[in-house]
């Protein structure tokens, strides 16, 4: 045997030895059979009491909620820091997806806040300057908002610029 045919056999006995490890790991994992107990309050599901957290969660549902729904005639939504180039490709668009790859991420500051880092996809269909049908995907990895906070009792407040 030459030292090619050794590696080879060499690499073919070190990927089943991974695939025996592995199936044994998968085999003695312990899952349970029996029925669920009911959920129990965690750290996690509790409310938070910090206001940075709080209004992130405010945000968070906002930006959702602006990207829910298909644009219709390329009206993105306002409030909410989305600006699309579409007009040098396009004449005419008829609808707009979005997709969010990461929330934008909230810092508080006097009265107000600014989020960025976000991550935001818009496919664009319609008509382009050629007059034939186009589907166009724009993203941005700085996908920015700003605006008012106040957040108070538990409760966040935002008004998105």
């Known amino acids: 045997m030459n030292r090619r045919g050794a590696w080879i056999v060499g690499g073919a006995v ?4 991974l695939l025996v490890g592995g199936m044994w790991v998968w085999q003695t994992t312990d899952v349970p059979t029996g029925p669920r107990s009911s959920p129990t309050p965690t750290v996690a599901s509790a409310p938070p009491s910090d206001p940075t957290a709080l209004a992130q969660r405010a945000l968070d ?6 990207t829910a729904e298909e644009a219709a005639g390329g009206a993105v939504p306002e409030g909410c820091g989305i600006r699309i180039p ?9 609808s707009v997806r979005f997709r969010i790859e990461r929330m934008p ?6 009265g107000g806040f600014v989020a960025d880092g976000g991550i935001l ?3 664009v269909s319609g008509t382009g300057q050629d007059s034939a049908p ?12 700003r605006g008012d906070a106040t957040v108070s009792d538990g409760e966040a407040r935002l008004q998105v610029w």
């Open 14 to 17: 070190a990927v089943a030895i």
């Open 61 to 66: 549902e906002h930006l959702e909620g602006c």
């Open 86 to 94: 579409w007009g040098t490709e396009f004449a005419a668009v008829d």
């Open 105 to 110: 991420l909230l810092q508080l500051s006097d």
């Open 121 to 123: 996809v818009a496919t």
């Open 134 to 145: 186009l589907t166009q995907t724009y993203r941005t990895e700085s996908w920015t908002v």
